[in-house]
Nanobody, 123 residues
Framework: VQLVESGGGLVQTGGSLRLSCVVS????????IGWFRQAPGKERERVSC????????RYADSVKGRFTVFSDKTSNTVFLQMNGLKAEDTAVYYC?????????????????WGQGTQVSVSS
């Protein structure tokens, strides 16, 4: 299974970006796919995840109401739409996959990780 992220970049405060995570080697229905981020000098934190089979979506409190996760089965891609970006959203964003939502969201452990994409928000 491979995860390839794209869509990062530099944006001003209040702007928007859409991240993409193309999943190859497995169906989206077989895994919980999530987004994590890590800012310089900080620990990695969970952002959002989606489990298509269970119809379950989760968000970190820090992004609720601003970020939306969704998927497209045709392209086997999971997206993270980020609106109302703030300087504190600046980080490397990683796509991750795990066999269960509990493992990915509660234990923050993944079976597979992408290479990451940089998101920078200027204030």
């Amino acid at each position: 299974v491979q995860l390839v992220e794209s869509g990062g970049g530099l944006v001003q405060t209040g702007g928007s970006l859409r991240l993409s995570c193309v999943v190859s080697g497995a169906s989206l229905d077989a895994y919980t796919i999530g987004w994590f981020r890590q800012a310089p000098g900080k620990e990695r934190e969970r952002v959002s995840c989606i489990n298509r089979r269970q119809g379950d979506i989760r968000y970190a409190d820090s992004v609720k109401g601003r970020f939306t996760v969704f998927s497209d089965k045709t392209s086997n891609t999971v997206f993270l739409q980020m609106n109302g970006l703030k300087a504190e959203d600046t980080a490397v964003y990683y796509c991750a996959a795990a066999g269960s939502l509990s493992k990915l969201w509660h234990l923050e452990r993944a079976d597979y990780w992408g290479q990451g994409t940089q998101v920078s928000v200027s204030s």
